[in-house]
Nanobody
């Protein structure tokens, strides 16, 4: 079974930081573009940040630009999302996703239908 497992979520105060990790099981992440999506209660799942298989291209939602950073370590078969200056509106379940390596990161973040595999998600709550 091909699996993506997220970790690193939790409860943080506004302005705090959190680093999410996405580890692959059963396949090598280096063959996939990877994205982070989030879904808040009552909202549609939206693309947060995506990174190409090589790591050479990245995409960020306007709402997180300058605050979040996506990176990948293919040797560790892991993708990260560093989240700084967190805001209450960042509260959501964050999902890791994988798409075919030829998927453009802009398309991946904009179109959930481009995703081949989804993780189960990790809860991020930003609250005082």
């Amino acid at each position: 079974q091909l699996q993506l497992v997220e970790s690193g979520g939790g409860l943080v105060q506004p302005g705090g930081s959190l680093r999410l990790s996405c580890a692959a099981s059963g396949f090598r992440l280096e063959y996939y573009a990877i994205g982070w999506f989030r879904q808040a209660p009552g909202k549609e799942r939206e693309g947060v940040s995506c990174i190409s298989a090589s790591g050479g291209s990245t995409e960020y939602a306007d709402s997180v630009k300058g605050r979040f950073t996506i990176s990948r370590d293919n040797d560790k078969n892991t993708v990260y999302l560093q989240m700084n200056s967190l805001k209450p509106e960042d509260t959501a379940i964050y999902y890791c996703a994988a798409s075919h390596l030829l998927t453009a990161v802009q398309r991946m973040c904009a179109e959930k239908s481009s995703v081949d595999y989804w993780g189960q998600g990790t809860q991020v709550t930003v609250s005082s």
